[in-house]
């Protein structure tokens, strides 16, 4: 069975730096890769995911997203972060065989003016 | 707007009752997903429909049940509810209801059960 964990529940920083969120997963082969963001009193949006080819991904909103094989990781960061991305992330994987996804627990992203 | 209508967004509800929640897919989706999500167990997956058949199933209680319809719809049904229930529970739907095929999730709705 495939997991994610994503190790930090909380996270915040400076508007202005720079941000890294964690995803780990666990799964036999490599699966899709995908990171959400739902903010408040809102639904989840696909920010980027990850298939196959480049290992460094890009997104919407300025994201990107490293896969690491060797790690089973699919770290989030963004260069410059902006108050309006506060919001919780989600990243999740999905078997390439599979119709379902799995997602983490989440991380909540709180920014300092 | 991700085109995925959820209705009712709240509903509050005493134990033991029962309770519809509705989904509109996006246009040209033809698989339809529902997710919990709380507190305490985070977004787990409860059902998948494709063009009105179940396609898999999750931690879905058997006091829950769901159905797609004919014009691509679905609904959740919840019956004699525990307050242990309270969630925000999401739809999402897929074209293809593949993993290769990006979710487009609703805004939920809010269960509360009092």
């Known amino acids: 069975a495939q997991s994610v964990t994503q190790p930090d529940i909380h996270i915040t920083v400076s508007e202005g730096a720079s941000l890294e969120l964690r995803c780990n997963y666990s799964y036999g082969a490599t699966p899709y890769l995908f990171w959400y963001v739902q903010s408040p009193g809102q639904g989840l949006q696909l920010l980027l995911k990850?298939?196959?080819?480049?290992?460094l991904v890009q997104g919407i909103k300025g994201f990107e997203a490293e896969f690491k094989r060797s790690q089973s990781s699919f770290n989030l960061r963004k260069p410059s972060v902006h108050w309006s991305d506060a919001a919780e992330y989600f990243c999740?994987?999905?078997?390439?065989?599979?119709?379902?996804?799995?997602f983490g627990g989440g991380t909540r992203l709180m920014v300092k003016p | 707007d991700s085109g995925v209508t959820q209705t009712p967004k709240h509903l509050i509800t005493a134990t033991g009752q029962r309770v519809t929640l509705r989904c509109s897919p996006r246009s040209g989706d033809l698989s339809v997903y529902w997710y919990q999500q709380s507190l305490d167990q985070g977004l787990q997956f409860l059902i998948q429909?494709?063009?009105?058949?179940?396609?898999a199933k999750g931690n879905i209680l058997e006091r829950f049940s769901a159905q797609q319809f004919p014009d691509l719809h679905s609904e959740l049904n919840l019956s004699s509810l525990e307050l242990g229930d309270s969630a925000l529970y999401f739809c999402?739907?897929?074209?293809?209801?593949?993993?290769?095929?990006?979710?487009?999730f609703g805004n939920g709705t809010r269960l509360t059960v009092t």
């Open positions: 999740a994987v999905g078997a390439r065989a599979g119709n379902m996804l799995t």
């Open positions: 999402a739907s897929s074209v293809s209801g593949t993993t290769n095929s990006p979710l487009h």
């Open positions: 990850y298939f196959s080819g480049d290992t």
């Open positions: 429909y494709y063009n009105g058949e179940e396609r």
